[in-house]
């Protein structure tokens, strides 16, 4: 009878802890997917649990902390990078097995296995001057993906198909910047055309190996047209802009014109399109310096209102804090030269309009 209970209270164990994994396995791909678009410090036991629809607390009791989250997030990522990469690719030997990482890594990319692109790409990016677990944790990913690409110029050596004096570490460090170098364009640009382009570079750079070369049609009206695409696509990024915009700004919105009413060749659309994309960073870059100053302002206000004394004189607007309306907000001493001598300070609030 003892023997039978101890066997129930076993499966009832193994149960809420199956149970339990399932649960951590289902939080973690969807911090995966969060974290791939809007990066790991987006990602917080809150962000989570909004995207989830459950309680901190309910997260609280698998992830103790921020950071023990993003490290985990890293490792879940590691395991779907290793399935659908590595995994995917055939580990015959030879130059095939070199062709074979680099196309599957490229179709894990382009089929957007995670929502914001290669989570190894966009990770690395984020954390690559930051020290700490977090950037141990994701170096130790990309070092993984850079042995494996390493064995496998090894192996195409061994067979005869790559010369011994080939350098594996350095072209194993090219591949990889030519694979990141498409995700890029396609997560900027949505460039579907750049998988094509970095797998014709990569056949290319082993073209003394005599490979059949990657047979890619050209079509230029297919080419104008994602090129158009892409032109709108900023256009109307800059007018979605445009409203944040405030009079003392003094940003530059024009775009150069290519000169001259005509039909605007492939060449043509490209310069506009890079023009357009430095004009709309530039903005962005503007408008975050914006907010970071406010920011600052809105902490240095809550000082001076907290304690004017210690803030003799400052003076700070609404416009500085980026609210709206003409407010100023002055440390004074109250009645003038009597609350000077008494220390009597205040925050004296006037509208400022005219």
């Known amino acids: ?93 030879g130059v ?34 930051r020290p700490g677990p977090v950037r141990d944790e994701i170096a130790g990913l990309v070092s993984e993906w850079l042995m494996a690409l390493e064995a496998a110029i090894d192996d195409a050596q061994d067979a005869g198909d790559v010369s011994r004096e080939t350098d594996a570490q350095q072209l194993a460090f090219e591949l990889h910047s030519l694979c990141m170098g498409a995700n890029w364009a396609f997560q900027l640009y949505r460039d579907t055309a750049a998988f094509d382009r970095a797998r014709s570079a990569i056949r290319r750079r082993l073209s003394h190996l005599d490979l059949p070369p990657l047979e890619i049609e050209v079509d230029e009206g297919a080419a104008r047209r994602t090129l158009r695409d892409q032109i709108a696509k900023l256009e109307r990024e800059l007018a979605t802009l445009f409203p944040a915009a ?44 914006r907010g970071d100053r406010e920011q600052e302002n809105r902490v240095a206000l809550e000082a001076i209102a907290a304690d004017p004394a210690g803030h003799k004189w400052q003076r700070l607007s609404n416009q500085d804090v980026g609210e709206q309306g003409c407010k100023h ?21 006037s509208s400022g309009c005219p």
Do not use: N
């Not at 492939?266 to 310096?289: K, N, T, Y």
């Open 246 to 289: 405030r009079p003392g700004d003094e940003l530059d919105w024009r775009v150069g014109s290519v000169g001259g009413p005509r039909v605007l060749d492939v060449g043509d659309l490209e310069a506009l399109r890079d023009d357009l994309a430095d004009r709309v960073e530039e903005i962005r870059r503007a408008f975050r310096e």
């Open 1 to 93: 009878m003892a023997a039978a209970v101890k066997v129930t209270e076993k499966r009832i164990v193994d149960g809420r802890r199956a149970r339990g994994d399932r649960t951590r396995r289902a939080i973690l791909d969807e911090a995966v997917q969060i974290a791939s678009a809007e990066g790991l410090e987006g990602l917080s036991i809150g962000r989570l649990a909004e995207a989830l629809g459950v309680s901190k607390s309910g997260l609280f009791a698998h992830f103790g902390s921020k950071l023990d989250l993003q490290i985990d997030t890293v490792r879940a990522a590691r395991e779907v990078f290793m399935e659908e990469v590595v995994g995917a690719a055939r580990l015959e030997g």
């Open 96 to 129: 095939g097995e070199i062709l074979s990482l680099t196309d599957a890594w490229l179709d894990y990319m382009e089929r957007e296995v995670f929502r914001g692109g290669c989570f190894l790409v966009a990770a690395s990016v984020e954390f690559d001057s």
């Open 329 to 349: 907000y002055h440390s004074t001493p109250r009645l003038g030269l009597v609350g000077m001598l008494m220390g009597w300070w205040r925050v004296k609030v």
